[in-house]
């Protein structure tokens, strides 16, 4: 059987992502064949552009989703140790909810887990249900942002390395009030027992310190720039545009921007106004999460506004289509997500 494929860039300027489109067969038995048989040329253009997205085919199901993840890359996990509430969806056993925070939360660029020692290789995003607004998952290519980004932010960065800090309240001390704690310590690792946790902390290497109110503090203190293991390029590679006390105000500016909502108005200005009061009150190591220099020290907010501009300015941003398959290589290109409104089923697997 020989299967014949339309490719070309969805995004011309960015060359990203590259997409895969069938001229012809559209089953999914035809794609697993066209992936078997071209898997060095699948794997390497993806290294390339950064992303392929597998479009119009016939992936009616997480199952496929999965099975064709698993032939593009075998190696596919299923433990996960991010900051996102996700559920393991049924009938499958790599495949979660991409994310369960409600719809207005930002979910900024990012490489997945890039603080973790073991860090997804490949990512894959399935579309199960297409959002009824919004909710689109960009991408970004995160080695021309390293190129893009001011010299003087960018060598700030690569010299001085960052520190990421989470706190976790103890179980019932956790304020609904607060947007920027998603859960309490209990909740993400799923048992009461320290010892417990302790023991994926050693398993993960991550450091660790419980504070005297019964509230936990993890600890990540890494490189903001790594080299693309294949490409040999330099890649912007770390969470500041996440988790920096700025970082949530400065990209609900650019949202709003985009979509011109009442809703998005609102939460710019609350976010903003949120900050500001959180700044004054709580310290900069104290929040329920941060990222700081590797030192410690504050990285200032037109550093953000400077990162966070370049992101924009090289983000591919499109909406879903029901069975969309996107393949994104993590190790050299982030993803987000976009608010939403309405239905939005998008189901996620990875492997390291
Ligand atoms: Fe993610």
Redesign the pocket.
């Known amino acids: 059987m020989i299967i014949f494929m339309k490719e070309y860039f969805l995004n011309e300027k960015q060359q990203l992502p590259l997409v895969l489109e069938p001229d012809g067969d559209a089953s999914a038995e035809g794609l697993k064949e066209y992936i078997r048989k071209n898997h060095k040329a699948v794997t390497d253009k993806m290294i390339q552009s950064g992303a392929i997205l597998f479009r119009g085919f016939d992936i009616n199901t997480p199952k496929l989703f999965e099975e064709i993840s698993a032939l593009i890359d075998p190696n596919l996990k299923n433990d996960y140790l991010g900051t996102?509430p996700r559920d393991k969806v049924a009938g499958t056993d790599y495949v979660f909810s991409a994310s369960e925070l409600p719809g207005f939360y930002p979910i900024m660029q990012?490489c997945?887990m890039s603080y973790m020692k073991n860090k997804p290789v490949k990512l894959f995003f399935y579309c199960n249900v297409e959002p009824d607004y919004g909710g689109e998952t960009p991408v970004c290519n995160f080695r021309k942002v390293y190129q893009d980004l001011d010299p003087e932010v960018r060598t700030a960065f690569e010299k001085r390395g960052v520190k990421l800090v989470r706190n976790y309240s103890a179980p019932g001390k956790r304020s609904r009030l607060n947007l920027f704690e998603l859960k309490s310590w209990t909740d993400i690792f799923h048992t009461t027992d320290r010892a417990e946790v302790e023991k994926q902390f050693h398993k993960y290497h991550v450091d660790f310190a419980w504070k005297e109110n019964g509230n936990l503090r993890l600890t990540h203190i890494n490189n903001a720039v790594t080299e693309h293991p294949v490409t040999k390029e330099k890649v912007w590679f770390n969470h500041t545009q996440v988790f920096n006390i700025d970082a949530a105000g400065v990209e609900y500016e650019y949202i709003h921007k985009r979509q011109k909502r009442l809703k998005t108005l609102f939460f710019k200005k609350f976010i903003s106004a949120m900050v500001a009061v959180r700044k004054l009150t709580i310290k900069a190591e104290d929040q329920s999460m941060n990222m700081l220099f590797a030192d410690g020290t504050e990285i200032p907010k037109s550093y953000i506004r400077s990162i966070e501009e370049t992101i924009w300015k090289n983000m591919v941003i499109f909406p879903w289509k029901k069975n969309d398959v996107l393949a994104i290589d993590n190790l050299g290109t982030s993803?987000g997500r976009l608010p939403y409104e309405g239905k939005r089923q998008i189901m996620v697997c990875w492997s390291e």
Do not use: F, N, T, Y
Request: aromatic content about 0%.
């Open positions: 996102s990012h997945e993803h």
